[in-house]
């Protein structure tokens, strides 16, 4: 810490002489992490107070003749009547591609008992979003890998979509699948000297979780190898609310980091609920007036000003991206509560986890009919959009006739087939956790069922069967996937081979 503070007096005397406008203060009450001081009277707000030996403090609330403080570590050495310093600098975070496989605090310092990190540049923590004419619409995919998602949800750089569903319905394991999926594009990538797809690089951003949880996902992202391309950031459950706090803006501003250099970026706010709580209790001991359910007036804004920070870049401003997937734990399903509803409609779109789908066996438990993506399928390649565009209404009147079905038995045939054709896609998107498919294998299997290739398949066996010709298609053709990959369309050609591959597994089963 102590290094933090004087490589940023370094910088600042460097390239900022003039903001270089030091004081000094005092102060005067301190208790529940938080400082009042007075004698700052040109502080900013969110910039930084050197309590000395290494302690930082964040300025939060301007009053007129004192300043409330947050002290970010180290709360019990300040003492009242103790001497404080600003240091005419907004609070920032090292940055750049020497984050990547480490876990941070919300300071940038190292979790994971790695040793320090070399990085070079800083970037504030908190900084405006982009105007509108540096942006561009989204239109490159962000695949997840999950079935689901890619086919009727899919995400795109740039988008924010919300994650919701009470807490055990796999919101933080969809999260991590599509940091999963990346690290395997970014493999991928790699391996081929590829400049097919960009590299998306992820920051997964830990709040209020149980340290247990976040060790948890650090391991599986490195059994999966995508440690290697992803940023942790922890702010776990025994952290002050002020650390849990910065967590997602710490996150944010990594992020940026790749997108202002122009590559892609994903951040994942685990979870904003917890947020919500962490700076209601902060604003509570800074003496803030609190509204609704007792949160501080401007919990809408907190959330909205973090939000706004994803973005699609124009060409013309280095065509970056930085991606959110925020998640929101909801109580018994209720999404009508207040920081639910704020978030939804901060997002451009919501991934909603039920309960009841979860214990059904349908996992990823998502409810596709409420499930959606404001993007859409200007974010798929043109082939998944041929293979997954009639897919949603499918289900939605699969669900539908579903219910009628129940009641009496004289359907005709054509309620059949839509019956039995939405039970085998409804097979199709249950997917084991951590297994991510390549887009061309997601093409290849819905092509299938839009063929009616599993109709003769019993219901429950189709995920097997999937399996088995999947694995066939990777054995026998493995130049048509390529091609899907390539051309990104089904062309004539890659139809009759596709066929042919059909044809030819069904002769040997
Ligand atoms: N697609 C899936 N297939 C099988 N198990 C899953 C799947 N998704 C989640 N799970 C399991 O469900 C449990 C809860 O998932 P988790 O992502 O931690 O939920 P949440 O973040 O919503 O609390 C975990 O044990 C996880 O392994
Ligand atoms: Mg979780």
């Keep these: 810490m102590q290094s933090i503070v004087a490589d940023i007096e370094q910088t ?30 040109k502080i900013r ?6 309590f000395g030996n290494g302690v930082i403090g964040l300025a939060l609330n301007l009053e007129e003749n004192s300043v409330g403080a947050v002290v970010l570590s180290g709360t019990e050495t300040v003492r009242e009547g103790q001497v404080v310093r600003s240091t005419g600098r907004l609070l920032e975070i090292p940055c750049g591609r020497a984050m990547l496989g480490r876990v941070v605090d919300p300071l940038g310092r190292p979790l994971d008992g790695k040793g320090p990190i070399d990085a070079t540049e800083m970037n504030p923590v908190e900084r405006a979003a982009p105007g509108i004419i540096g942006r561009q619409s ?19 750089r740039g988008q924010r979509e919300l994650i919701i569903g009470d807490r055990s319905t796999g919101k933080t394991t969809i999260a991590v699948d599509a940091i999963i999926n990346q690290a395997r594009l970014n493999r991928e990538a790699e391996v081929s000297g590829g400049t097919q797809v960009r590299p998306v690089f992820s920051i997964y951003v830990a709040i209020g979780q149980r340290q247990s ?52 970026a994903l951040a994942v706010y685990d979870d904003l609920s917890k947020h919500a709580v962490a700076y209601r209790q902060m604003s509570l001991v800074l003496r803030r007036p609190s509204g609704r359910e007792a949160y501080p007036g401007d919990i809408f804004y907190l959330h909205s000003r973090l939000l706004e920070r994803s973005a699609c870049m124009s060409q013309a401003c280095g065509g970056g991206t930085l991606t959110s997937l925020p998640i929101i734990e909801t109580q018994t399903g209720d999404v009508s509560a207040y920081i639910p509803t704020n978030v939804i409609s901060i ?4 991934i909603y986890l039920e309960s009841d789908l979860f214990h059904q066996g349908i996992r990823p ?54 019956i039995e054709h939405g039970k085998r896609i409804t097979e199709l998107f249950k ?73 030819e597994y069904q002769s040997l089963v």
């Excluded at 048509?480 to 596709?498: A, S, V």
């Design 213 to 264: 949880s976040v060790a948890q996902v650090v391991r599986v992202l490195e059994e999966h190898g995508a440690m290697k391309y992803t940023v942790v950031v922890a702010a776990t459950a025994s952290d002050s609310a002020a650390m849990q706090y910065l967590a997602p803006f710490s996150g944010t501003a990594i992020g940026e980091w790749f997108m202002d250099h122009g590559m892609d």
């Design 12 to 41: 600042l005397a460097e390239f900022h002489p003039e903001a270089h406008c030091e004081e000094t203060g005092k102060v005067m009450e301190v208790g529940d992490g938080v400082a009042r001081i007075e004698g700052l009277r």
């Design 365 to 418: 438990a998502m409810s596709i009919g409420i499930s959606v993506s404001r993007v859409g399928s200007a974010a798929q390649i043109k082939a998944m959009k041929e293979v997954a565009g009639k897919v949603k209404l499918e289900l939605a009147q699969y669900y539908e006739m579903k219910e009628f079905a129940q009641f009496g038995s004289d359907l005709d045939a054509k309620t059949i087939a839509l």
């Design 347 to 350: 997002t451009d779109g919501q």
């Design 138 to 156: 989204v239109s490159a995919p962000l695949q997840t890998g999950i079935l689901s998602i890619d086919a009727v949800i899919p995400i795109g």
């Design 45 to 50: 707000l969110n910039e930084m107070i050197d």
């Design 431 to 503: 997917q084991i956790q951590y297994n991510p498919f390549p887009v061309e294998e997601q093409v290849v299997q819905l092509w299938a069922a839009q063929q009616g290739f599993f109709n003769d398949t019993p219901v429950e066996k189709t995920r097997e069967v999937r399996a088995k010709f999947l694995e066939f298609v990777r054995m026998r053709r493995k130049d048509l996937l390529k091609e899907i990959g390539q051309q990104k369309q089904l062309t004539p050609e890659i139809k009759k081979g596709l066929e042919e591959v059909v044809a």
